[in-house]
């Protein structure tokens, strides 16, 4: 038995590992989808309007591909968690077992300080597996609350072109104008 619990050791360590791999590409990649927004604003002061399109395009895959590294990786993590816990419960019901004979053992015997020691190391192997219980809560409610809305190309560039003074021209008025409302929509939530 001693093999599988170094078995399930390991893949909590690859899990975590590869979870810590995949927050590096997305920051990686959400480097990549700033240096294509400022490549965006260049192309789009420089009247370059293809060039900036394809720009805003890289920005949206590398934002996208960086909010998926990281979703990816939060999934990684709560299941690295669950099998911890796993793991953790696999040992604190042995130790329970081992505790409920000793209490029989005791109470036989009628040894009252016996029984408390036990009663004792009870309290605390329940109090720890409560504590990891909240702490796995913690983890999935993390991940729920990382869930981003993907951005189209057109407000992208627009939003860059607002935030650089750029004028983009008459086929991108209306998407300044529904950026322009999502923006007193956003205000008036708050």
Known sequence: MGGSKSTLEDQIFELKFSSKQLARESDKARKE?????ADC????KSNLR?????????????????????????????VASQLDMQAKTMNVTKEMAA?????????????VDKVAQIM???????????LNSDLMNQVMDQQQDS???????????????????VQLGAEFNDVKAVIAEKKVAKEKEM
């Open 99 to 111: 505790i409920s004979q000793s209490l029989s053992l005791a109470l036989q015997k009628m040894d």
């Open 50 to 78: 293809e060039n900036a399109n394809a720009y805003a395009q890289l920005a949206i895959a590398k934002h996208n591909q960086s909010i998926q590294m990281a979703k990816l990786g939060a999934k990684l993590d709560v």
């Open 147 to 165: 869930v981003a809305a993907p951005m189209a190309v057109q407000d992208l560039m627009a939003q860059i072109a607002d935030e650089n003074q």
């Open 41 to 44: 604003a260049k192309a789009l």
């Open 120 to 130: 004792d190391q009870f309290a605390e192997q329940n109090q720890q597996l409560n």
């Open 33 to 37: 989808s700033e240096k294509a927004k």
